[in-house]
């Protein structure tokens, strides 16, 4: 187990884990606080038309959401088949031992 | 135009859904538990639901009455605020996923404490974390249980006692016999019938409007003014909302009956697309309920909600009614008690996780009891705290209860949240620490929200709040992160930092998992 725990191979696993890990929370952080600020400081620009009598507030607060969807999207995507296929490689190699 | 409601009173059509959808779940229960003999049966499901399930378990487990007809209510009543504060429940799950989802999976076995005792001192851990588990669980039950009373009584036009009892009953038989099992399928069944009956619902309302999102909007602005479609008073201090964002995103991550759930599933693959799956549900969910408040305002108009019960919950039952006749309305408001039914039950079950397995097994019996000890001791909790929260939902009648789910998302976000996350990614956390930060967010959790204008201008009916905010996150979050680290640097625990190589390999590569 020792090996396996200072193997450079498992070394990248874990920091590539969480360099994805902590950049998507980052970026989601970004996202709400972003809306956020522009709620509680540029009403003006939330009051924008789109289109018609719709205001630039509301497809923006939908976006928030599916954004948010997409993000969690990313991370699954990458995770089961990228960070998973490392894992299996690394689990065969414990098996060897 | 005004138009007449049957609200409020027995229609047919919502109790023929209500005995459908009694019946069905009521026979599933039974088929649960001829399968339900393990602990790990009783607390997880065997781990055989997949993710797909177990995302529409956890939406369901999320959505409940309250985020249902509370934020239509809300969107029908105040417009673009409700959308505000629909975010902030949502932006709280890819958090769970980046950070909790798997891990919790890969350490630990039915509650999160299971991960946080991973390498400290069982005992101390135990009991501190199940203290902040069941104040949450409380805290969310009680708000869960006075909302189901007054809304049955609303819908149906039952006695409050009376449909706290039923609820309470009907709850109690789904946990008691069929475990995890049983509150998977009766969550899913009731996320099916709330997407659906939303949808539904949503599609009724355009097709009124032509399908055209421009015509619903101008109409609401030629009514209400154009600042219905505008941020209004829930940012009028943005320390405020920003302290209420950081309650509901981070609180989200430390609910214990949304952890719970992912220890159902067999492996990490499968809890990561449990949560990809339930942050679409509850995201399309909450898109739903924002065409709903507005169709609402639109059709039924706010003085005819407001008249039926101020807080503006009856908003999506009213506009069922207007769009759908008397049939829909019964179904909606069916889909209304199945919802509270299934949300008290996850509740409860996780309630019983933290008396059970926490304190019972691990802390009392040094984890040496037998399968069919736990499982007996298990189902005990559930019927303990089934009827508690009976009592404490006829107990709280007429309370204001609002603060309840703000103080039990503070608490999850200022307790458990910093614990869980402390012993999952840092090394040198100790014993002593776990404990310093969870007992400072609760005790700064519960302090700050009393002198809050929640409860100390609303309830105490105090001229002004001691405490500015109606949030206290800001504050306690930060100070358990500070107060648990503080108190590990000066308490080092070699063992525990030893322990975390060896924890890795279960962490990031599920080597060893149950």
């Known amino acids: 187990m020792k090996e396996v725990l200072s193997s450079p191979k498992f070394q990248t696993l874990m920091s590539q884990k969480n360099k994805v890990a902590f950049a998507l929370t980052f970026i989601q952080l970004l996202i709400y606080y972003g809306f956020i600020y522009l709620l509680a400081f540029k009403k003006d620009f939330l009051a924008i038309k789109v289109t018609g009598s719709i205001p630039l507030g509301i497809p923006l607060g939908i976006s928030v959401i599916i954004f948010s969807w997409l993000l969690t999207g990313v991370y699954t995507l990458w995770a089961n088949s990228v960070y998973d296929r490392l894992v299996e490689e690394i689990k065969r190699e414990i098996g060897k031992h | 135009m005004e138009m007449q409601t049957t609200l409020g009173q027995p229609n047919v059509v919502s109790i023929l859904f209500f005995f459908l959808f009694t019946l069905t779940t009521l026979y599933i229960t039974y088929l649960a538990a001829k399968r339900t003999k393990t602990a790990s049966e009783y607390y997880a499901a065997g781990r ?17 009455a309250a985020s249902f007809l509370g934020i239509a209510g809300l969107v029908a009543l105040k417009g673009y605020d409700g959308l505000i504060y629909s975010i902030g429940f949502l932006v709280g799950w890819p958090i769970v996923m980046f950070l909790i989802a798997e891990q919790l999976r890969n350490l630990g076995k039915y509650t999160f404490a299971d991960v946080v005792a991973y390498r400290l001192k069982q005992k101390p851990i135990r009991i501190a974390s199940s203290f902040g588990s069941l104040a949450t669980v409380l805290l969310y ?10 809304l049955v009584k609303l819908l149906f036009g ?71 479609l505008l941020p209004g008073g829930l940012v009028a201090n943005p320390w405020d909302a920003i302290s209420l964002g950081i309650a509901l995103m981070f609180g989200t991550a430390g609910l214990p009956h949304i952890l719970m759930r992912f220890y159902t599933v067999p492996d990490a693959k499968e809890a990561r697309k449990s949560v990809f799956y339930a942050t679409g549900f ?111 939902g006829i107990a709280f009648k007429g309370q204001n209860v609002a603060f309840m789910v703000g103080l039990a998302f503070a608490i999850a976000a200022s307790a458990n949240f910093p614990s869980l996350l402390l012993s999952i990614f840092w090394k040198k956390i100790s014993t002593a620490g776990v404990v310093a930060g969870i007992l400072t967010g609760v005790t700064l959790s519960v302090v700050l929200i009393i002198l809050s204008p929640t409860v100390w201008v609303d309830i105490f009916k105090n001229p002004a709040p001691i405490f500015p905010w109606k949030n206290p996150a800001l504050i306690s979050m930060p100070a358990s992160f500070i107060m648990a680290i503080l108190v590990s640097l000066l308490t080092p625990e070699k063992e525990a930092q030893e322990k975390f190589e060896e924890e890795k390999v279960r962490t990031y590569l599920g080597v060893g998992i149950e």
């Open chain 2, 282 to 392: 509850i995201g399309y969910f909450y898109i739903l309920t924002f065409i709903i408040g507005f169709g609402a305002a639109a059709i039924v108009g706010e003085n005819l909600i407001k008249s039926i019960e101020k807080g503006g919950n009856m908003a999506a039952p009213l506009l069922a009614e207007a769009v759908g006749g008397t049939i829909f309305l019964g179904f909606i408001a069916a889909v209304a008690f199945a919802t509270i039914l299934a949300v008290v039950a996850g509740l409860t079950l996780a309630g019983a996780g933290a008396l059970s397995h926490d304190l019972y097994t691990n802390v009392i019996k040094k984890g040496k009891a037998t399968e069919e000890e736990q499982v007996k001791v298990a189902r005990l909790a559930t019927l303990i705290l089934g009827i508690l929260a009976i009592f404490l």
């Open chain 2, 158 to 228: 039952l006695p409050y006692e009376l449909a706290v009892v039923l609820v309470g009953t009907i709850m109690i038989i789904y946990v008691l016999f069929g475990g995890m099992i049983a509150t998977t399928w009766v969550q899913i069944i009731k996320a099916c019938l709330l997407l659906g009956g939303a949808t539904v619902l949503a599609i009724l309302t355009l097709v009124k409007f032509g399908f055209s999102f421009n015509e619903l909007f101008s109409f609401i602005s030629e009514k209400y003014g154009e600042k219905r």
């Open chain 2, 141 to 150: 039950l009680i708000a869960q249980m006075v909302g189901a009373g007054s």
């Open chain 2, 48 to 64: 055989s639901i997949t993710g797909f399930q177990n995302g529409l378990a956890l939406a369901g487990d999320f959505m409940s």
